[in-house]
């Protein structure tokens, strides 16, 4: 850069026309400016020599700006550095630049938020508009309801709208009422058609188990051997069944074949298949006894007499419990016998349920103490 550029950066008086006397050459003009300024200087810092001057005014000039480098420029050329002043002049351009770039790229930034925040205003303006075209022109999609008629004729309407698809909307019956009630007279009637063929198998049972009872009684006492002893004795020996023995151990074993015939086996088959097993506790309870039944039944053995009492006495409480569910009545049931262990077990709160199927559980009512 020229030396008449720098100073009239820095002065305002490169120029001839300037100049405080016209006639006053370059070189006298410059000594002339730097006597002024260190002067200036000298008088500002107190100091006695312009370098001391000069030197104490560089150390309070702020660099960061465009006015301290300017200062700075200036001192250089009063010294006589016009390397250093031009270099500096260099400095104050690149941070003039960078200055006008910032508040350039800060003019656009404004002017880029203030476009989004327009942008923003009018998708929302839009997004309203929609909801209120939605609520006030748009038309809901009808889901028609799935009618169902099962061969009594009743009615289910089941809804078919994804959001409450399944659920039951009504039911109703193209039956008339004396039709209705005559169905329910006939529930009635094969239920207590079920009740009825129940006490009399319990009465056949209650003479089948007097027999069993008599049979285990008479070959106790006519017996100087255990019972159990004395009848694999009459089974390995015919000779002392007929003779010692006194057939005590074939009386038991028709006695026992009375109960677990097949024709009474199959009886009892045909009344579960009639009775309740529905989806309520009292169909499951219900449907529990008779396999209990009929288990304690088939488990009736004439080899181990001493099981004998035990297992006609829970025989006679699956009648006892089978009667009582199909009058209404709730059963009488100890959850802690041996032959419900399979179909009870224990839930993580503590209490107990029991199951006929294994799928469906039921919370056994406790007794209070």
């Known amino acids: 850069m020229a030396r008449q550029d720098i100073a ?28 002024q300024q260190a002067q200036g200087l000298m008088n500002a810092a107190g100091t006695t020599t312009p370098q001391e001057a000069i030197q104490m005014g560089i150390g309070n000039l702020n660099l960061e700006s465009v006015k ?3 200062t700075l420029a200036q001192m250089q050329q ?15 351009k690149a ?38 075209k939605a609520k006030t022109g748009a038309k809901s999609k009808i889901y028609e309801p799935k009618v169902n008629v099962d061969k009594d004729g009743r009615i289910t309407v089941i809804s078919t709208d994804p959001a409450t698809i399944g659920t039951v909307l009504s039911r109703a019956s193209t039956i008339t009422q004396a039709e209705a009630d005559a169905e329910e007279e006939t529930v009635r009637q094969e239920r207590e058609n079920i009740s009825q063929k129940l006490i009399i198998k319990r009465s056949v049972l209650g003479g089948q188990a007097a027999d069993i009872r008599l ?20 089974k ?15 009386k038991l074993v028709d006695a026992v074949a009375g109960v677990q015939s097949a024709q009474a086996l199959n009886s009892l088959a045909e009344l579960k298949a009639q009775s309740s097993t529905g989806a309520s506790g009292l169909g499951a309870t219900n ?48 959850w802690d016998d041996p032959n419900y262990a399979h179909m ?26």
Do not use: C, H
């Open 344 to 369: 009870v077990k224990e839930k993580t709160d503590g209490t107990r349920a029991y199951s006929y199927d294994g799928k469906k559980w039921y919370t056994i009512t406790e007794p209070t103490e």
């Open 95 to 132: 941070m003039q630049q960078k200055e006008e770039d910032e508040d350039k790229a800060k003019a656009a930034a404004t002017i880029e938020e203030a476009r989004y925040q327009e942008k923003l205003a009018l998708e929302e303006r839009k997004v309203a508009a929609d909801e209120l």
């Open 8 to 35: 009239n950066m820095l002065t305002g008086m490169g120029g001839a026309g300037n100049r405080p006397n016209p006639n006053m050459s370059s070189s006298d003009w410059r000594m002339a400016f730097g006597a």
């Open 215 to 234: 049979a285990l009684e008479e070959a106790n006492d006519k017996s100087t051997l255990p019972t159990a002893m004395g009848f694999a004795l009459q």
């Open 287 to 334: 449907a529990m006894e008779f396999s209990a039944l009929q288990s304690n039944i088939r488990k009736l053995n004439p080899d181990v007499p001493s099981t004998i009492e035990a297992g006609l006495q829970a025989i006679e409480r699956n009648f006892d419990n089978l009667i009582r569910i199909d009058q209404g009545l709730d059963p009488i049931i100890d």
């Open 236 to 250: 390995a020996n015919p000779a002392y069944a007929t003779t010692i023995g006194k057939q005590t151990y074939q």
């Open 68 to 70: 301290g480098l300017q």
């Open 78 to 92: 009063i010294r006589g550095d016009m390397a250093g002043a031009a270099q500096t002049v260099s400095q104050i």
